[in-house]
């Protein structure tokens, strides 16, 4: 019989790994409701006298609950238009058609390029539609990335043909096929494209300070650049104004870990 | 036995009892709660007590109101002290004061910061102001920093 290597040594350095990137996050909340300077000397591990004074006066400084209802609208615009989006994408690739190659070259060659070089046309466009100043415009050039597509084509390439090809011979036509057949069977990689998306418009900061032309049009990155420029003696309140965006991102993450990181590594392994 | 498949097996059930409801409904319900309770305790009441320097109840003596405005704090309204040297604010607008007293010959109390859970939220001082004794002391200086956090004299 094998004998099996003690797993304690993986778990310590696990353990220590985990402290070490988990300590800006207990720095950022420790500060949020102590009110401590950053460069005070000692620092105190330990928040002395902590509140929650900071996260109202936070509320209060800024229209919060308006950001956060904007980001929470653009957020949930994203992520619908995502997955739909993505999903038929994604099925589309693992058919196969002529110039497929192509059209995966380019995707990929198109993810060298930043969203900063493309702004421009993405303003006129979106001017062009007269979706500025609105929550679809706010959205709508994350509307499909191409990383989730991969993300999607890599969990439908793991469903076995014969299931589409019998789907067909019962007659479903395609759209069918994607939203009963592959969806239900590819909820990682949606709840991948679920949280990716979600991070990166709830984060997304030039776009919305681009299109956006009034205050109740803006968007929590926004708020926080606003809240900056005006307030004074800012290391409690802003540290609370952090952890009051980062919360509900971290929170989906907790949510749906087990299927992101099932979505993610999805079609990284064969057998 | 993960959220989709007990959502599967137990149909309408399932798709309600599973974390990506429960959570954001157990959020929903704790915002809701605090929004109730912050709705019926927002009259904007500031009550507490004024004492001289002896700790005998001061009646007449001016309380102000000072609220925090951008980076100062702004004198808001003033009331008198009733024969026990009790006081009652109303209509305070803000979650970030502060409270003094002063009364011609006793003198005037410090500044007591209050900082407030939520705009205009009803609150006692457990903590009574304690004119200083001096007559031509100047009224209303603050007790502490006014951007430093003070702990909830309620």
């Known amino acids: 019989m094998m004998r099996r290597s003690p797993t304690w040594p993986i778990h310590l350095a696990l353990t220590a790994v985990c402290v070490v990137m988990l300590v800006p996050f207990y720095w950022v909340l420790k500060t949020s409701v102590s009110g401590e300077n950053i460069f005070s000397y000692p620092p105190n591990i330990i928040p002395q006298d902590p509140n929650i004074f900071y996260y109202v006066d936070v509320w209060y400084a800024i229209p919060f609950a308006r950001y956060f209802l904007n980001s929470v609208i653009v957020s949930a615009i994203t992520i619908a238009a995502n997955v739909v989006f993505n999903a038929m994408a994604g099925y589309a690739l693992t058919r196969e058609f002529r110039g497929k190659g192509f059209i995966l070259m380019l995707f990929l060659s198109c993810m060298m390029v930043p969203f900063q070089a493309t702004i421009i046309p993405a303003y006129l466009i979106t001017g062009q539609l007269g979706l500025l100043n609105s929550y679809v415009g706010l959205a709508l050039p994350q509307f499909s990335t191409i990383i989730c597509i991969f993300v999607f084509k890599a969990s439908f390439d793991a469903i076995p043909g014969s299931l589409i090809d019998a789907a067909k011979v019962d007659g479903l036509p395609e759209w069918r096929i994607v939203w009963t057949i592959m969806l239900p069977l590819a909820k990682s990689a949606m709840a991948t494209n679920v949280i990716l998306s979600f991070i990166w418009s709830w984060n997304n900061f030039l776009w919305p300070l681009i299109m956006t032309r009034t205050p109740e049009m803006q968007t929590l990155p926004l708020g926080l650049a606003r809240f900056l420029s005006y307030q004074e003696d800012t290391t409690g309140a802003l540290y609370a104004f952090c952890i009051m965006v980062l919360a509900p991102g971290i929170l989906l993450f907790l949510l749906a870990q087990k299927e992101f990181i099932q979505g993610l590594t999805s079609g990284a392994t064969k057998g | ?154």
């Open chain 2, 1 to 154: 036995m993960d959220a989709y498949s007990s959502s599967r097996r137990n149909g309408w059930r399932g798709w309600l009892l599973n974390r990506f409801v429960l959570v954001p409904a157990v959020i929903l319900g704790v915002a809701a709660a605090w929004d109730l309770y912050a709705s019926t305790h927002d009259d904007g009441l500031v009550a507490g007590q004024v004492f001289d320097a002896q700790g005998k109840p001061v009646e007449g003596a001016d309380v102000t109101l000072w609220v925090f405005s951008f980076t100062t704090f702004a004198e808001n309204r003033s009331v008198k002290t009733d024969a026990d040297g009790r006081f009652r604010i109303m209509g305070n607008p803000s979650h970030h004061i502060q409270v003094s007293a002063v009364k011609p010959g006793l003198g005037s109390s410090q500044r007591i910061p209050i900082r407030l859970y939520f705009r205009s939220q009803n609150t006692t001082l457990r903590v009574p102001l304690v004119l200083s004794g001096k007559a031509h002391d100047a009224p209303g200086h603050p007790a502490r920093s006014a951007s430093a956090p003070g702990r909830l004299d309620l």
